[in-house]
């Protein structure tokens, strides 16, 4: 079956405009690093799910890093019209620590979930370059995760 032009033209028309959006000037050199998952029950029903975390590095951001957080689909039973679709929250906590500067802190926030997952949540921290050991855990019963990522220092100035 062949394509119409028109569907054709689209496509090339969508990536050019990916390609002027990620610009050639990219950095390759940008680390995603997941984090183990933590099963976790949750509130509002009776609710379970997993949390995936994960740290965004750049060499673009020295000494910064995105934490982010997201909820598998959520399974369980819950109140209201549509009890095997709930919508459940848990409060989840990414403790962590760079052990090159004694640096520490902390993203939480209340994750909300339902039959289709959870939208993602992500902050940017000052964690200093260096390695930063991470333990996520949740407010209700759960398995606690830990991992670690490194975050690059500036660039030195030119000589």
Request: aromatic letters at 8%; proline letters at 10%; glycine letters at 12%.
């Amino acid at each position: 079956m062949k394509q119409p032009n028109i569907a054709r033209a689209g496509v090339v028309l969508a990536g050019a405009a990916v390609a002027a959006l990620v610009g050639p000037g990219a950095q390759a050199n940008a680390v995603t690093v997941e984090f183990p998952q933590v099963p976790t029950l949750a509130y509002g029903g009776l609710c379970w799910t997993t949390i995936r975390t994960w740290a965004d590095v750049n060499p673009a951001w020295p000494g910064r890093a995105i934490i982010n957080m997201r909820a598998l689909p959520v399974g369980g039973v819950g109140p209201g019209d549509y009890p095997f679709a709930p919508l459940c929250e848990v409060h989840t906590t990414v403790a962590w620590r760079n052990t090159t500067t004694g640096t520490v802190g902390s993203y939480d926030d209340t994750i909300v979930t339902g039959l289709y997952g959870s939208i993602q949540y992500a902050l940017f921290q000052d964690t200093g370059p260096g390695h930063v050991e991470v333990t996520v855990t949740t407010d209700h019963a759960s398995i606690p995760a830990h991992g670690a990522f490194d975050v690059p220092a500036p660039a030195a100035p030119p000589a």
